[in-house]
């Protein structure tokens, strides 16, 4: 009987969605399965009353157009292959901070901008500084030199290691070094390693002490090369553009679709059953799923089932997003923004305000005359779990959290409370939900110590089960799981015998 297709991808995230297009772009027939009316996981969007709200974050790194910005523009290169477009427009600053001692920094794409900043809250750390960023600046440019691929791919890393010998020796040696450990060899101030630990924490939800330095360099240092740009129409233009090329390709996406198990035969994946009794059977399983919901939930043979605590799980958010007539944003107005009112709370759920308005970048996703407001806080299921879903304990604490986050933001928007016209709260029970995340869960994180290459890579201990997405190398957020689907399509169109060309 013959298969349903060559590769079958549980989930349209963006890990999913570039590792079906690839796949299917290099001739190779792929199904992605969608248990939702709509694609892109939680970097989708969707519109109530006229706006529209990103669903997830709304940085995105990897649309330089310059390729002499190097290898890292990842996005740019795998639309210019698909021959779809992204219209996207740039953002000056990356974030800007608003921390306890004073500390008020907005990142500049322009990197002396961003040092003078920072040099001007820490004058008697401008060396310490320059030469901390350094650091970050020599892993971009060797990451940015070297083409991507898996790391699982013995012919790529011979390819790669052959070219650039002393480059791979010198990133190796450089995946066993902290980013923390790294500043602290030449800042002291307490303050300032404070806001480090704010720039790991953006996006790593870890402190710089418990971040790989190679993670750190390509988001710290590309920002200030390829830039972080803003789609057009909102983040969902991201995975529906991967659809548009899939399609393009003959590839098929199928929505309203979820999958009840992953089909192992004498320790070979072999297909999937369908909520509804289906059966699809391929060469090749993806799964775009949390490492615990692909072990645990989807592999039915105990034999793969791992612990919770076999990784550090990432925590999951509660989300609000608002619309509000536009007098409550100054013209002035950076788009992104990181809130802090304690030190010893950064870290726990709801330390940290994360505050978008991305709006301002785009217009067209609010109505004229108004603007989009998108603040989210990290959370656990375990701070709502004595609550029924949809009870009215549960709509109060929903009312209550958006109260606080609402007021902690009137610090930079006064009156905004009183601004809002639309509101929408997501708890960490709608990322479960929706997303098929255990607990919400944005995937594993690294423990202190460990090195960057223990993050889960593409291939399961199952044959011919393959992983995308957050919880696989190198990690969480949107350009890091597009790395993620560029090594696993990769991976597989080695193992199935037409390999891909470097993007």
């Known amino acids: 009987m013959s298969n349903s297709a060559d590769v079958i991808i549980i989930g349209s995230g963006i890990g999913g969605l570039t590792t079906a297009a690839l796949l299917q772009e290099r001739g190779f027939s792929t199904i992605t399965l969608e248990k939702n009316s709509y694609p892109g996981g ?52 990356q974030i800007h901070y608003h ?6 920094v907005p990142v500049f794409y322009d990197q002396e901008k961003f040092f003078a900043s920072l040099t001007r809250r820490f004058p008697h750390e401008a060396r310490g500084i320059r030469l901390f960023y350094r650091e970050l600046e020599a892993v971009y440019e060797i990451l940015s030199s070297l083409q991507a691929g898996s790391l699982e791919d013995i012919v790529h890393i011979a390819s790669v290691g052959g070219r650039y010998p002393l480059k791979v020796a010198q990133l190796a040696l450089m995946t066993f070094r902290s980013m923390g450990k790294t500043a602290r060899k030449y800042i ?11 720039e790991s924490y953006s996006w790593a939800v870890q402190d710089a002490v418990s971040t790989p330095l190679v993670n750190a360099g390509i988001c710290l240092a590309d920002r200030h090369h390829g830039g972080i740009h803003y789609p057009r129409g909102g983040a969902g233009a991201i995975p529906a553009a991967l659809c548009r090329g899939i399609e393009k390709f003959g590839g098929v996406v199928r929505y309203n679709t979820e999958v009840e198990e992953i089909l192992v035969r004498n320790g070979r994946a072999e297909g999937v059953r369908l909520t509804d009794g289906d059966i699809l059977t391929s060469r090749a399983v993806v799964s775009n799923a949390t490492v615990w ?24 958010w509660f989300q609000l997003y608002l619309g509000v007539d536009a007098s409550v944003i100054p013209d002035d107005l950076n788009v992104h923004h990181i809130l802090v009112d304690n030190w010893s709370e950064y870290d726990s759920p709801g330390g940290t305000v994360y505050f978008s308005a991305p709006s301002i970048l785009d ?28 009870s009215s ?3 109060e604490m929903k009312k209550k959290v958006a109260r606080e986050i609402i007021r902690r933001a ?33 995937g594993p994180l690294l423990y202190p110590g460990q090195n960057v290459l223990q993050k889960p890579q593409n291939r399961t201990p199952v044959k011919d ?39």
């Not at 002291?188 to 704010?198: T, V």
């Not at 217009?363 to 709502?384: L, M, Q």
Request: aromatic share 10%.
């Open 99 to 104: 921390l306890p001692d004073s500390i008020d």
């Open 293 to 316: 919901d692909t072990r645990n939930r989807l592999l039915e043979d105990p034999r793969y089932h791992i612990s919770e605590d076999r990784f550090l799980r990432a925590p999951s």
């Open 188 to 198: 002291s101030d307490p303050q300032l390693l404070r806001f480090i630990d704010m």
């Open 42 to 93: 939680s970097c989708a969007s969707f519109s109530r009353q006229g706006y529209t709200f990103d669903a997830g974050a709304s940085v995105f790194y990897g649309f330089s157009r310059n390729d002499e910005h190097g290898t890292l523009n990842l996005h740019s290169r795998i639309f210019r292959k698909l021959g779809v477009d992204v219209d996207v427009v740039a953002d000056p600053v």
């Open 363 to 390: 217009s067209s996703v609010a109505p004229p005359g108004k603007h989009v407001v998108h603040a989210f806080i990290t959370d656990e299921t375990s701070r709502w779990s004595h609550l029924r879903r949809g």
């Open 465 to 503: 089960l393959y992983a995308a997405g957050d919880s696989t190398f190198p990690g969480q957020g949107v350009i890091a799981v597009t790395y993620s689907g560029v090594s696993c399509a990769s991976c597989i169109a080695r193992k199935l015998g037409n390999p891909l060309d470097y993007l």
């Open 393 to 395: 304990e549960y709509r």
């Open 410 to 442: 009137e610090r930079l928007l006064p009156g905004l409370g009183d601004a809002v016209e639309i509101e929408v709260a997501a708890t960490p029970f709608t990322h479960e939900r929706y997303l098929n995340r255990f607990k919400g869960s944005y």
